[in-house]
């Protein structure tokens, strides 16, 4: 019951292949004969100029950038509670250790144009990665035939202050960031969500040494519902993620068989005027009602599926937040609907999907971020720990790494 | 000058793909067959019992025995200041916001055998998954013959509270953990250093939705040095990275010729008794020393290079820890040398080589728990959010997504 829908495993590795080498080779040429081929768009600029950018803004309507300007501040705000400070450990007199977080200096944002133009993404990424201090972030995102790119992308964009930005779609745009051309920067992580070509591309951009924020997979959520819940609103929040994509799955988990029987007639009802109808229809035939006979089954169950959004629509939902152990992101109560973590509660949106909430985390700071470990020995300290090194060197039969003790241990005896 | 030794690319994809695809289909049978093929062991049992492993305590010498728990109680120690608890965040009036941790469940660790039996990585792996919480830790490593490890392996696996281990080496032993066998149970995340074989089974694991530490490479060291520093010191801390293995590299940075004159001179000294010469002559021929006219200019090399090891041999070091961007664990100061990191400092020794310590954290207790996101948004709560939802989801075509929002909102005026 923990299985997805299977999704007809293209082989794209030979287009791929193919692209990565064209744009390791040609640079920018390259970029455009694709740009062209796939976007139809016929040059002549790979970047999206100042101008472009500065006037997008107007033609964004006041309410969306009022919406917008209130999702970026509550992001900013939950992701900077994410910035930790490590202690110093004396962990022997003498050793003293401790870890520091640098940013990830470069990094490269991912964004689909296509019928939904993601700015809400760019919030999701953008923000963190300011937030870690990542001294170049550059955006990739395919524009139209004429060049265009979607306005409110350009102006989430600038309001978290990303200046580089460029009309790449598809694989060509993940291999132009992972070997740079004429216009593009190369960058070390690549992040973003995108169709197969996207997908592919990114685990390709990883052999090259390149990270990536998530593996990929099809989105999904899972509801936790006892008698205390609205069915209405199940209904609702089943709908708005199966229509994210046919391949999408939605499933409820309930103690109240009524409960069931309930959601699904408020599906029918609701779906009806859905613009996105035909993909939710599809969603929902992979998807599965289960009732159980305890909210620990119900529990347990979820943990086994480890869905990338649940909601505990059941009384109390604090009291079940210890059970959880593999979710992407938890929504709580009959009043926190998932499509409020998709754009405005402030937690990220980008998360592990087809179980891989089993051992992966969400996008956060730390995904901007490594950290770096260091450590400073004094000579009471080596004189501490140096004996203990020089034993366990040897019985590792690394004879140079016991030398680099005792060298120093013997010029303490003399000094 | 960051590059690296080119280590010839053998395509291991068929062998490797054969291995996995065989234990899949046959468990213990087909492990029990590369066992006997690759290590000569001729079963009849994968696991080591209980027994055995209480056994191996007693083989261990005692001032091994003292040493391995000296090193455990400083790794321990400084693991235990890596666990975080963050803050809840009311990002808007009604909205709150928070992560927490939860162990990954069930996680692998190879340890390779071979020359050198390398139970400090059992610490340096155990202790964190420990620490973490994880409710199954696994240790695969390979046997001799006679289906002997060693018992190093075992008393420091015992010691962290590993009782699960299996005879399994190589690629074997990676498929194993990622397709679970009769004998073994399924990991969803896999640790630890390896050969080549390894490291390409590890890549191939992530095919099968299996998360790894870390990408392979080399190991290296770079040192930063004035005059202050100690030529001895330095070459023999380059020999312990040389010894490694010819692949490995060691770098030396300096802004006194002299320093590096006398560092070359106390090498051909110090080489001379080695054990494992022949290593680290090789990794030094493929090795650089390099004279720069100023300190700045050494640092922004060592980030571009962006060393597993750093070493500071210089006077202040503390100055310098700001400048640093791009490493995996650094050493500060003469009496500061890399066996202790390697060892017994307390900070974990599997780190980012090959320069993925541009994008890559070594490992640490993060790397053994993932973090969810909840989000708390009360009746007021959403009043205040759920008008920017639903202009932004309208504005990226996803009407259920709002309807998620109005149902409530209507909801809530007929309160």
Redesign the interface.
Known sequence: MCQRPQIPAQDLDLLVSDIFRSVKLSGDEALLKYAKLFDGYNGPSLEISQDEIDAAAQQVPD??Q???R??A???E??HS??V?E??K?E??KG?V????S?A??SVGLYIPGG??????TVLMLGIPAKIAGCSQVILCTPCDKNGFVDP?ILFAAKLVGITRIFRLGGIQAIAAMTFGSQSVPTV??IFGPGNQYVNAAKKKA?DF???IDL?AGPSEVLVIADSSA?P??IA??L??Q???GSDSQVVLVTTDRAVAEKTLKAINN?IRD???REI?EKALAASRFIVMDSLENCFAFSNEYAPEHLILSVSE??KW?GK?????????????????????????HT??T?????????V?V?SF???????????S??QQ?????E???E???????????T??LK?LQND
Request: aromatic letters at 8%; charged letters at 15%.
């Open positions: 309410a969306l009022d919406a917008i209130l999702a501040s509550n992001i705000r939950f509670s994410q930790v490590f202690p450990v962990t022997a050793v250790c401790w870890q520091e640098r990830i200096e019928s939904a133009p993601l700015f809400s409110a070390v992580k990883t040494g390149v990270a593996p609205v209405e609103f609702a929040d709908l708005s199966a229509e994210h609701q859905l613009p996105r939710a939902p604090q937040v959880i152990v593999s979710a992407g992101s938890v929504f709580l109560g009959n009043w926190s609907c998932e499509s409020a973590g998709d754009y405005a509660s402030g937690t990220n998360l592990p087809a179980g891989f909430a089993k051992n992966y985390s969400g956060s730390d971020v490594k950290k770096i470990s260091f450590q400073q020995i004094s000579k300290g080596l720990i140096g004996p203990a090194i034993v366990m060197a019985a590792e039969s690394l004879i140079a790494h016991k030398n680099a003790v060298i120093r010029a």
